[in-house]
C-alpha cells in the first residue's frame, strides 16, 4: 500500500501522530469513570482489541468487494 502515500500524506500523519497524548493520558481519556489505572487500562485494551477485531473482518468484506467489483485503484498517486 505504500505506493499509493505520497509525501505529503505520510508527513500528515507523522505529525498528527506526534500530536496524540502518552498511552496512559490516551487510556485515562477513554475511560475516566474508572478510578484504578490497572483495571481501567485492562477494560479499554480488551474493548479495543474487540474493536480492531470487527474492523478487521469489516475492512477484509471491503477488500473482497472492491476486488470482484472491479474497484481497486492502481494508479500511483
Known amino acids: 500500500m505504500r505506493r499509493y502515500h505520497s509525501w505529503w500524506l505520510k508527513n500528515t500523519f507523522r505529525v498528527a501522530l ?4 502518552k498511552r496512559a493520558e490516551f487510556v485515562q481519556r477513554l ?7 490497572s483495571e ?3 477494560i479499554v485494551l480488551a474493548e479495543l482489541k474487540e474493536c ?6 469489516a475492512v477484509e468484506l471491503m ?4 476486488t470482484e467489483l ?8
Open 70 to 77: 472491479d474497484l481497486e485503484d492502481t494508479r500511483k498517486a
Open 40 to 42: 481501567r487500562e485492562r
Open 18 to 21: 506526534n500530536g496524540m497524548p
Open 63 to 66: 477488500r473482497v468487494l472492491f
Open 31 to 37: 475511560a475516566p469513570s474508572i478510578p484504578d489505572a
Open 52 to 57: 480492531v477485531e470487527v474492523q478487521t473482518r
